[in-house]
């Protein structure tokens, strides 16, 4: 995405981000806590999340964050519930499918393009400065696509 389109729970999170909060924490504590889950439980939840999952690198924590609030606001809570399912289903392919076509990959060492699974390839990543850069716009543009999906 990439543009100036913001709103303001999309600045927030960018402004947790880049206050400290890991990017799943940030997308997280914004929408989740809308989604009515517990401020603390949100935090621990992006937590793990953050870094591509723990700091592996795998899928983006920005991915990660957007997909369990989408579970927070549509998914089922009855195991018969074949409606809330595919709408969810449906909401978490959306987000995956417009997230990729702006950022062509969803795992976070092929966003930054580094190894952060090693403390060598995560130091090589922050020196070059990816996640001051890159990442917030991750987190915006996670943010405003997950905004969009979350109307009805």
């Given at each position: ?7 303001a ?24 806590e ?37 579970g ?10 074949a409606?809330?399912?595919a ?40 020196a ?5 850069r890159?990442?917030?716009e ?11 999906l979350?109307?009805d």
């Open positions: 995405m990439g543009d100036n389109k913001t709103s729970d999309a600045n927030r999170a960018v402004e947790r981000f880049g206050g400290g909060y890991r990017c799943a924490e940030a997308i997280l504590t914004v929408y989740g809308k989604a009515g889950c517990d401020p603390a439980l949100c935090m621990k939840i992006g937590c793990a999340f953050g870094g591509g999952m723990g700091g592996k690198g795998e899928v983006c924590g920005v991915v990660s964050a957007a997909v369990a609030v989408l927070m606001k549509y998914g089922r809570t009855d195991k018969n519930d409606e809330s399912r709408k969810t289903d449906a909401k978490v392919r959306e987000f995956i499918d417009r997230f990729r076509a702006a950022h062509r990959h969803l795992r976070c060492n092929d966003l930054v393009g580094f190894d952060r699974s090693t403390e060598e390839g995560h130091d090589k990543a922050a070059t400065g990816v996640f001051k890159l990442c917030p991750l987190v915006r543009d996670a943010a405003l696509i997950l905004e969009d979350l109307k």
